[in-house]
């Protein structure tokens, strides 16, 4: 099962608005090391379980491992070969908003060399550049 | 002996964010001097000087000695530092001239020291699970870290606050007693992601603020609610099928012609909408 919300208010979303840096979710918050977005982007449900299964089949059950974005935005889209107009197109896949500088995933219990290579194998899947950050050097 | 940290500072007449971005630009870091009772001073420290100083230390509270335009250096706490969101460069920081009789309440990281039992023999895993302790004490007494042993640690066992050993004559711990520092878990087992059967939808999430099928619509749709159980399911394709209808009217209507009046096309337009949700 992908991930998605359980329950939402409303079955569709507007597109919102992307701009700016991550104003929260920006720190190590859980873990030692950190991927962190340098990029403005929806990533999707699917993206993020790729990281995950990429992440804990190299980490072989050892470390721990925090997701710390969630796709609950909606993402629709129209048929092929529609004409415009007759409403907006049925829910295609759930996204998160990605903004630079947004920690997406956490690790900890693992020695640095394997944590960073966990995760450069993570940002593979991503769409937007992304680097890795530890909880001792800042920049 | 613990080493004194000086950092030099100059004083700042410049203010405002256009004005601080091009001093950030130029390689300066601006920062505010305060105490009680005393109006804030607006200072600024080289960059470059301040991140090297940092290099070397992992608390950022820590007591310092600022020597403002050369004068005499005055003992100023680290109170608080500001960081970019996506470089983590410091963009400000703010200094605590502090009283060195008066104690301070100070947020003091915790180091964990050592491989635990635990992860090293039966496989488990270590859970680093608070950072940082508040602690009273003098200025002069401040601890950079706290260092703590977690060799011993099994898996099941976990270490707390009050397993931390300080002069209880210079240090008061204000962080609860019964708070867990690090624990040494079995890891669990990873979640099978189950793929959707073939010809099975996607699940929806379920709609809280979705009407629920009226009496009317139930009588005629309520075959296809009950059918998928969940009301908020059964409104949805009540809703769904609305549009068909309407969709299918024109058609209705176009073949009108053929039936002589507006009365068939009525009677299409429910029809199509049956036809539309039996496909569905």
Not at chain 1, 11 to 33: P, V
Not at chain 1, 76 to 90: F, I, S, V
């Amino acid at each position: 099962m992908p991930l998605m919300p359980k329950r939402v208010k409303f079955r569709k979303q507007q597109r919102g608005s992307r701009k700016g840096t991550a104003q929260s979710g920006n720190t190590l918050a859980f873990g030692a090391y950190g991927l962190q977005s340098l990029e403005r982007e929806w990533v999707t449900n699917v993206q993020i379980e790729a990281c995950r299964v990429a992440i804990n089949r190299f980490m072989k059950r050892k470390g721990r491992l925090w997701l710390r974005i969630y796709p609950d935005k909606p993402y629709t889209k129209k048929p092929l070969e529609t004409r415009m107009g007759k409403g907006k197109g049925a829910v295609e896949t759930w996204v998160a908003v990605v903004r630079p500088g947004t920690m997406m995933f956490e690790m900890d219990g693992v020695p640095e060399a394997q944590a960073r290579e966990a995760l450069r194998l993570a940002a593979f899947k991503l769409p937007v550049k992304s680097r890795f950050v530890t909880r001792h050097a800042r920049a | 002996m613990k080493e004194t940290i000086t950092v030099k500072a100059e004083p700042r007449d410049r203010v405002g964010s256009s004005a601080m971005g091009r001093l950030r630009r130029e390689g300066r870091i601006p920062a505010v001097v305060y105490s009680e009772g005393r109006a804030g001073e607006n200072v600024q420290i080289v960059a470059h000087d301040f991140a090297q100083m940092m290099k070397r230390h992992h608390s950022e509270q820590m007591l310092v000695d600022l020597d403002v335009a050369g004068g005499k250096p005055r003992k100023v706490l680290l109170k608080a530092m500001q960081h970019h969101p996506i470089d983590g460069r410091v963009t400000h920081i703010d200094f605590y001239e502090v009283s060195m009789t008066r104690k301070l309440r100070v947020s003091v990281p915790l180091r964990l020291v050592g491989e635990p039992v635990g992860v090293t023999q039966e496989g488990g895993i270590l859970d680093h699970l608070l950072r940082t302790i508040e602690v009273e004490s003098l200025p002069a007494d401040i601890l950079e870290e706290i260092p703590i042993d977690v060799a011993g640690l099994a898996v099941g066992k976990h270490l707390s606050v009050k397993d931390i050993k300080l002069d209880p004559a210079k240090y008061a711990i204000v962080t609860g007693a019964d708070v867990a520092i690090a624990a040494v878990s079995m890891p669990k087992a990873e979640e099978e992601v189950a793929a959707p059967a073939e010809g099975e939808a996607a699940a929806e999430p379920e709609v809280i603020t979705a009407k629920k099928p009226e009496e009317g619509e139930e009588a005629e749709g309520g075959k296809e609610g009950a059918a998928k159980g969940a009301p908020a399911k059964g409104a949805a394709a009540a809703k769904g099928a609305a549009p068909a209808a309407k969709g299918a009217a024109p058609a209705a209507k176009g073949a009108a012609p053929a039936a002589k009046g507006a009365a068939p096309a009525k009677e299409a337009a429910p029809k199509a909408g049956k036809e539309k949700s039996e496909k569905k």
